[in-house]
Structure formats: structure tokens, C-alpha cells
């Protein structure tokens, strides 16, 4: 049993999920999606009526288990929830749960994918994000999408007579409940937490023998090949880690992190992405200076693309950081296209950090980070200051402008007479 807005922690959720570990079939499908809340299953289905997103048969229950918990309630109810703490390891604890036999599914196409019954799988399927930079598919849209693959992957799995549980999640909540009589401090702390939270996976960590070579962490590593593919890495780089780092080399001097991806979407059989760092000594400031010089995109080991990188910069015993990278104008560190096949990509990455020499205890370095000292708010804030000055400034010469009367008339005396001329 459950109270009215219970956080479940990852103790308790283990054992929740302790009877999957315990029963005769023991195929597990975990269908994990980047942000997901349980209001988003009520908010969609009522929202959107004859076009709810959700068809499939497992969230079809769901939703009305949903309702009748919400109708059955006296008052308004606050439904108990995971913790994201607890989310963010729970394939790491399903692994060590017993002896599973990993597999990503990753192209989604189930068909293809041998399963031996007899022995335990774990089937771990990537969705569709529901939320990046790009803004270009709608929530409801990718939700739909993600219901026909969840319908899909079951519907295959039953027609081969496999038993199986399934465990739908994500990395962190989609939203954040706050209670409207909760003071402006403890909103302050709230708040504070969502955004320590943010950090919902490790960095991806490169070594070389027994040293670190290059940390690498973004919130949302996306591409989009051709103006129209969307290619979402952030979930095989941070979280399954389903990335190949062998070709990646490592010197006092130079440093390029190579990431491999094998189909990544439909259509492309390979991915590898490339980035370049060099580690030089300048005179002038009499300290080694860490740079990223470039970043090159191999498509199915034939189509290369490169992109020289502006802005990204740091001393070499620091790590970069910078919170939007990529091939738009707006971003303040800009990938450009260097090459005719470079500018069939563009390139998003939110929250980058890296660094790829000078490694201490596995972790970052201090961050210098790519936005300058003045900028585009603290402009705005000096122009307008210098524009109510100048406008003290003259009112204040105006009023000294002014003369008083030096004469003045006497009731009592002649009437006072004043020239044109005065």
C-alpha cells in the first residue's frame, strides 16, 4: 500500500520489482522514455479526446485505473510517484538483479530479434524524447508514437507465446508538482532540487589503461541528417552507454573522443562522430590552452562532414562548458560546416561539458564557460541606464534654466510696469 503523494525511493522500489526476479518467466521489457510523469497519462487522454495518444492495450488500463482512482477519491488527490533518484539507476539495479541477457533494441525492429525463452532476457527499448531543442514534433505526437512502438513490441512478443512483464519509465519526471501554499522560500528550495536533479546520469567516461582520458556529458545530444531525420544520441551516449569509445586516442598534446553507433535510426547502418581537441602553449599568457578544433560526422564510413568549431576554448587544466552548442546562429559556440556534406547536418547539444586533458580523480575540473562577461542582459541593463541619465541630466539642465522674479508689485505703490524687452 501507498499513501496520497508517496515518493517511492529506489529501496522500495526494489522491492516492488522484487517478485520479476523471483517468478518462473522471467522476460522483462523495459520501455524507457526521456521524461514521462503519471499526469501526463489523465492530461493527454482528456485533452486530446477522439485523438488521445495512448491506444495500446497496457496504457489503455493504466488510464482507467487512473480514472476510477481519481473518481473514487472524496477531494483532490496527489498520486504517488518514483523517484527520479530511483529511475536513473534502475537498469543498473535490474542487471544485478540475476543473470539477464542484455539486449537494446534500438532500430525497433522486434521482428528480427531472437529471443530464447528459456533463458532470462532483459529488452531494453529506447523512445522516442518527448522534449529537446528542436520543438519541431509536438508531445502528443511523439507520445502517440511512442504507444504504437510499446503496442508493437508487445503484440509481437505475444504472438510468439513469450511471457513477459513490462516496466514503462523514464530518466526523470515530466512534471513537477509544487502546492500553491507553499511559502516563496520553500519554492526557492524546490525549485533548487529540480535543478540538481538535472544532472540525471554520469558523464561519458573515456580511459586509456588506467587513467581517465576525456569526460564528455550533454543533457541532449541530438543531429537531424538531411533537415528531416532526427537523430536523438543523448540516451545510447549517457545512459545504456550502447556507444563504441575504442578508436578514441589520447596525448599530452592532442585528443579526439571518437563515438561509434550502430543504427542508430532507419536508414543508417553506422554513426561516428568525432571530436578533436588540442593542447598548445602560448607565450603570450604564459599557460597551455585546451581547444576544440573540430568535429567530424562519418556516415556509413563514406559520407564525411566536417565542422570547425568557434568559441570553444579553455586553460588546459579546466574543463569547458557551455549550455547551447551547435550549428544554429543563436548559439554562442557555433559548429561551422567546413565541407559541402557538413552542411546536410545540424547539430544540437545542450549543457556541454568536456575536457580531455589534465584529468583529476574522474572527475571535471573547473568549468569556464562560454558566455562572456558582458552579455546580451547586461548590455540592455547599460544602455537603458545611460538613457535615463541623459534624460536626468537635461531635465536637471532645463530647471536650472529657470529665472525667479527680481521684482515685485507694491499694492500700495504705482502699478509695475514691465518693458517687452524683460
Known sequence: AVHEGQVVSAQD??????????????????????????????????????????????????????????????????????????????????????????????????????????????????????????????????????????????????ERGIHFSVIYTAVRPSRISRRTDVVAKLRRQLMAAEEEDSLSYPPLNVTTGNYTCTLFYASNFSLKANRSVLIDLTNATFLTQNVDTSASECSDSNTTLSLKYTKPVNGISSLEIRFLMTNKFYEVSARSWSTLDSVEIVQDGEKFAKFNVSGISTPAEYSFHCQLVGTSNLYPAKLVPSNNEAKNWDVFISELQIQGFNIINNQFSYASDCTGFFTPGIWMGLVTSIILLWILTYGIHMIMQLTTNNRFDDPKGPALSVPQTE
Do not use: H
Request: aromatic fraction near 6%.
Open 13 to 158: 522500489l526494489t522491492v516492488l520489482l522484487q517478485p520479476l526476479f523471483t517468478q518462473n518467466s522471467r522476460n522483462l521489457v523495459l520501455f524507457l522514455q526521456d521524461r514521462l510523469s503519471i499526469d501526463d497519462f489523465t492530461y493527454f487522454s482528456e485533452s486530446y479526446g477522439n485523438k488521445n495518444p495512448f491506444q495500446n492495450q497496457l496504457n489503455k488500463f493504466l488510464i482507467n485505473l487512473l480514472q476510477e482512482i481519481l473518481q473514487s477519491s472524496p477531494s483532490s488527490l496527489v498520486l504517488p510517484a518514483v523517484d527520479c533518484k530511483a529511475t536513473r539507476y534502475l537498469l543498473s539495479v535490474l542487471q544485478e538483479s540475476g543473470d539477464w541477457k542484455l539486449t537494446n533494441v534500438t532500430n525497433l525492429n522486434i521482428s528480427q530479434l531472437e529471443v530464447n525463452a528459456s533463458n532470462p532476457n532483459l529488452l531494453v527499448v529506447q523512445l522516442q524524447p518527448l522534449t529537446s531543442d528542436l520543438k519541431e514534433i509536438s508531445t502528443p505526437e511523439t507520445i502517440a508514437e511512442n504507444d504504437k512502438i510499446i503496442g508493437r513490441v508487445t503484440m509481437d512478443l505475444q
